[in-house]
C-alpha cells in the first residue's frame, strides 16, 4: 500500500505562504520591509513609461537573496522560478536578471543609504540596538576588477615627465623651423613649465596652418633645386605633426587622465578605476601582492551593523574621520562613545574626537607594549625617565640631564601638522651605557610631542578603568565576528559590481542582510513573537544553569546582559 501521489490533483492551501515557516528569514525581510515609508521607494521613480516592478518587492527578493548568497543575477532570477521563499516574496513574479541587475545597480544607489537609515532606526525603536557602543573597524574586500589592471602614480609621473622633456624640445624645434613664437608655448621663456594638452592641440593646428603653406610653396615652386629644398621643409613638418598627433598628444591626454583619476591615491585599476590596490589578507600566491579593493569601515552593536562607509584610502586611520562625519550628518543618534583598535589611535584622529564631543576609546600603537613588564623595567625608554617640571630636563640613566633646546613641527604626507619640543643630552661621548641608549653618533635626543602624549595620556587612563577595559575586550567579539560572518560564512570576498557608488549599494545590501538574519536569530533564541516588544533582556544568572556555568568561565559579575547572536554569545557589564 502507498499513499495517494497523483501529479494532476489541485493541493490546498493554493497560499503557499503557509508553507513557510514561522521564523524563516523571509518573513523578517518582508515585516521590516513593509514597515519602511513607501515614499522612500517612489522617490528612485519619476514616472511614466511602461510600469515597473514595485520597488518594494524588488528590495524584497534582493535582500533575500544576499541573505542566501545570492549575488549573481542570473542565480537571483532562478530562485525566482525555483525557490518558495522567493516566489512569495516576489507574489510570483519573475523579473529579468537584466532588470534585477539594474534595480539593483542603478534604482538602489539613491535608495540604500535612506533605506539603511530607516531599518537602523526600526532596530533602535524594537529595543534590538541602544547607540551606547559602537565597536568600529575597517576590512578590505576585492574590487571586481583585473589584478594586473594597475596603474602606479609613481610610474606615471615618471613616463610623464620624460614626454615633457620631448616637448619642450619638439617646441623649440617648431620655434626654429617656422619662425613664429606665436606657434609655441614659449618654452624658451618657461623652460620649466608643464605643457598642457590644450597648448599641444594649439600648436597641432599651427603646424596644420605651416602644412598647407609648405604644400602651396612646393606646388608654386618653379625651380628644381628650390622645389627639392621645399619638399625637404614639407616632409618635416608632415613627420613633427604625424609624431605630435598619434603619439605625443595620446600619450599626454592619457596620462592627464591618469592624474585626474588618481586624486590623494597613488594606484588605481583599468578595469574599475574607483578601485585602489591594497595588500589583501588573502594573498594566493604568497608574495605580498597588492588587488584592487575597497576599505569597507563598519561599526557594530550586538552584532549588528550600525553604520558602513567605503573608502579608498588602504590605511584605517585616514578612514576614522570620514567616517565619523557620515555618522553625524544621518538622521540617527550619534553613538555615546565609539571602540576601535590601534589602527586609529593618531594625534590627527584624537584631535577630532575632542573636537567634535566624541568619546572614544581607542589605544595608541605603543599601548600594549607599554604595559609589559619588559618595557616598565627598561631603563633606555623615555616613558621611564624621570621628568622634572620646574627646570623642564629629564634625568637620563647616566643621571644627566635631558634638557630643552628647540621647537620643531613636522607635516605628514596628509597634511597634518605635529609640534615637537626637541630635548639633548648634555655629553653622551664618555656615556658607558651610550650603545645601549642610543644609536646616534652624537648625543641622545627625544623629540617629545605634548599635545599626543596628553592625548595618550587620556586614552590609557580611559582603557585603565574597569569599564573600559570590559567594553574594549568585546571589540573582537562584536565587529570581527561581524567580517567573519561576511566574508566567511556568506561568502563575500569579492564585490560583483564596479564602481564606489555600486559598491557602496552592494555593501549595504550586505550588510542589511546581516542585520536580517541577526535579528532572525535573536528572535529564535529569545523566543519573542513579532510583537516589537523589547529583545534584551537583563536575566539572573540563577535563572538558567546554562548561562551561570557561561559567566564564570568568562570571570563576568552576576547580573549581566546576554547578547545572543547566530551561535555567538558575547557578555559585557
Not at 622645389?227 to 605625443?248: A, C, F, G, I, Q
Not at 621611564?384 to 640613566?397: A, E, H, L, R, S
Not at 602624549?453 to 586614552?459: F, I, L, N, R, V
Not at 567573519?484 to 542582510?513: M, P, Q, T, Y
Amino acid at each position: 500500500m502507498f499513499k495517494d501521489y497523483t501529479m494532476g490533483q489541485l493541493v490546498l492551501p493554493m497560499d503557499f505562504s503557509d508553507l513557510i515557516p514561522e521564523n524563516h528569514v523571509s518573513r523578517v525581510v518582508h515585516d521590516m520591509i513593509e514597515q519602511v515609508d513607501e515614499q522612500l521607494f517612489y522617490a528612485a521613480y519619476e514616472g511614466g513609461g511602461r510600469p515597473s516592478y514595485h520597488p518594494k518587492m524588488m528590495t524584497k527578493i534582493v535582500l533575500y537573496a544576499y541573505t542566501q548568497k545570492w549575488y549573481s543575477c542570473r542565480d537571483i532570477q532562478k530562485a525566482l522560478e525555483e525557490n518558495l521563499p522567493m516566489m512569495w516574496l516576489a507574489a510570483q513574479q519573475v523579473p529579468n536578471f537584466r532588470t534585477i541587475n539594474r534595480f539593483r545597480s542603478e534604482r538602489m544607489q539613491d535608495l540604500i543609504e535612506p533605506l539603511f537609515t530607516q531599518l537602523i532606526q526600526l532596530l533602535l525603536d524594537q529595543e534590538y540596538i541602544t547607540m551606547e557602543h559602537y565597536f568600529l573597524d575597517g576590512t578590505k574586500i576585492e574590487a571586481n576588477a583585473n589584478r594586473y589592471s594597475f596603474v602606479w602614480r609613481k610610474a606615471s609621473e615618471r613616463y610623464e615627465a620624460k614626454l615633457q622633456d620631448k616637448l619642450k624640445t619638439l617646441f623649440a624645434h617648431i620655434e626654429d623651423t617656422i619662425r613664429q613664437d606665436e606657434a609655441t608655448c614659449s618654452p624658451s621663456e618657461e623652460p620649466s613649465a608643464r605643457i598642457t594638452s590644450e597648448q599641444l592641440q594649439e600648436a597641432v593646428h599651427q603646424v596644420e596652418e605651416q602644412l598647407g603653406k609648405a604644400e602651396q610653396a612646393v606646388e608654386s615652386a618653379a625651380d628644381p633645386e628650390e622645389k627639392k629644398v621645399k619638399k625637404e621643409e614639407l616632409r618635416t613638418l608632415r613627420r613633427m605633426h604625424k609624431s605630435m598627433t598619434s603619439d605625443y598628444l595620446p600619450r599626454l591626454q592619457k596620462y592627464e587622465d591618469h592624474f585626474a583619476t588618481f586624486g590623494d591615491r597613488n594606484s588605481f585599476s583599468k578595469t574599475d578605476r574607483d578601485a585602489t590596490f591594497m595588500r589583501m589578507k588573502e594573498d594566493h600566491m604568497k608574495n605580498g601582492q597588492l588587488k584592487p579593493g575597497y576599505n569597507v569601515q563598519a561599526g557594530t552593536e550586538n552584532q549588528f551593523i550600525l553604520g558602513y562607509s567605503i573608502h579608498q584610502r588602504p590605511t584605517d586611520a585616514r578612514c576614522f574621520q570620514p567616517h565619523m562625519k557620515m555618522l553625524k550628518n544621518r538622521a540617527l543618534p550619534f553613538p555615546e562613545q565609539v571602540v576601535a583598535d590601534a589602527g586609529y589611535g593618531n594625534e590627527s584622529n584624537y584631535v577630532y574626537a575632542d573636537d567634535q564631543d566624541i568619546d572614544l576609546l581607542v589605544p595608541y600603537n605603543m599601548w600594549r607594549k607599554e604595559k609589559k613588564r619588559s618595557f616598565k623595567k627598561n631603563p633606555y625608554h623615555v616613558q621611564n625617565w624621570t621628568y622634572d617640571d620646574k627646570g623642564d630636563y629629564f634625568i637620563c640613566p647616566n643621571n644627566q640631564k635631558v634638557t630643552f633646546r628647540y621647537k620643531k613641527h613636522r607635516t605628514d604626507t596628509y597634511g597634518y601638522r605635529r609640534q615637537f619640543r626637541i630635548y639633548e643630552a648634555e655629553d653622551c661621548s664618555n656615556c658607558p651605557v651610550k650603545s645601549a641608549c642610543t644609536k646616534a653618533k652624537g648625543n641622545r635626543q627625544i623629540h617629545y610631542n605634548p599635545l599626543y602624549e596628553a592625548k595618550k595620556k587620556k586614552a590609557r587612563e580611559a582603557l585603565g578603568t574597569e569599564e573600559g577595559a570590559e567594553t574594549y575586550k568585546l571589540r573582537k567579539v562584536e565587529v570581527e565576528s561581524v567580517f567573519g560572518h561576511i566574508k566567511g560564512n556568506r561568502s563575500l570576498r569579492r564585490f560583483s559590481l564596479r564602481g564606489l557608488d555600486k559598491v557602496n549599494v552592494e555593501f549595504g545590501l550586505a550588510a542589511i542582510a546581516h542585520n536580517l538574519l541577526k535579528q532572525k536569530e535573536v528572535d529564535n533564541l529569545y523566543h519573542y513573537h513579532k510583537d516589537n516588544t523589547k529583545k534584551s533582556v537583563v536575566m539572573n544568572n540563577h535563572h538558567n544553569g546554562f548561562f551561570n556555568t557561561f559567566q564564570r568561565l568568562l570571570g563576568q559579575p552576576q547580573h549581566c546582559k546576554i547578547r545572543a547572536i547566530c551561535g555567538i554569545w558575547a557578555v559585557s557589564a
